[in-house]
């Protein structure tokens, strides 16, 4: 019988319980017949889907909070993490200010 691994931590090591199925190394519980939730996908201005490690730029002036610097049009940044159920979804090292939380509808990959 072949169980698919775990969608956790993607260990073969899986087994049934009753209608569940278990991971034993990181604990994950699951139920095999439900479908699988699409995973958060955050699209640029273009609605292009972006992943982490993409190059962007800005397509359009930011200010950025707490301070007076802004952020001119077409200033490059690296997507360094994607964050799922926030206001600014993108964590970005930007050029010439450094890491900061970016809105991924701000932003066109590059």
């Known amino acids: 019988m072949s169980l698919p691994p775990c969608p956790n931590c993607q260990s ?49 002036d930011l200010k950025v909070k707490g301070s007076s610097l802004v952020l001119k049009i077409g200033t490059k940044a690296v997507v360094r993490r994607i964050i799922e159920g926030k206001d600014h979804e993108l964590d970005c090292k930007v050029d010439g200010a450094g890491e900061m939380m970016v809105t991924a509808k701000f932003v066109k990959k590059a």
Not at 26 to 54: I, R, S, Y
């Open 12 to 60: 073969e090591y899986v087994y049934p319980d009753q209608n569940q199925l278990v991971c034993p190394e990181c604990a994950h519980e699951w139920n095999p017949n439900e479908v699988a939730e699409a995973a958060f996908v955050a699209k640029d201005a273009n609605g292009t889907a972006l992943e982490e490690g993409d190059k962007v730029t800005l397509a359009k």
